[in-house]
């Protein structure tokens, strides 16, 4: 697979994430490790079935959709695994503001509006933080 398409896929996997249907358990992987095993695992089937087909994520979703039948067995499940690991990071980080409130206000209380610096701030603390917010930090993939 040529490396344009790779760096494509990073940018595609967040919306197909979105459509996929989500395994009971997801394992915990980075943004980074489920673009490389999408790429990976369905590169070559992307390459024969979508062929020139725009790889933007509506266009790829809905070739993959139509040719769903004719996927490997590999691409099939690796592509469950990264999209449910993805949608698990991006939920954990919707969810880390409310599981750590009480670390902002604690600690990052003068600079919690602005976000980016009170996501640095957090994390700065986080060793002081309640056991739940350090879970919360982890699973969002921050640590």
Excluded: H
Aim: proline content about 3%; some cysteine; glycine content about 4%.
């Amino acid at each position: 697979m040529n490396p344009f398409r790779f760096i494509l896929l990073a940018f595609v996997l967040l919306a197909l994430v979105l459509t996929a249907p989500l395994p009971a358990k997801a394992q915990t992987m980075n943004f980074e490790q489920a673009t490389a095993l999408l790429a990976a695992s369905c590169g070559a089937d992307i390459d024969s079935v979508c062929r020139g087909v725009n790889l933007d994520a509506t266009r790829l979703k809905d070739c993959l959709r139509k040719n769903d039948d004719t996927l490997s067995p590999r691409c099939k499940a690796d592509y469950l695994r990264a999209t449910a690991a993805v949608e698990q990071r991006i939920t954990a980080r919707g969810k880390l503001v409310q599981l750590c409130n009480w670390e902002l206000n604690r600690f990052c209380k003068d600079i919690r509006a602005d976000r980016i610096k009170g996501l640095q701030c957090l994390l700065e603390s986080v060793k002081k933080a309640t056991p739940n917010c350090q879970k919360a930090v982890a699973e969002a993939g921050y640590q």
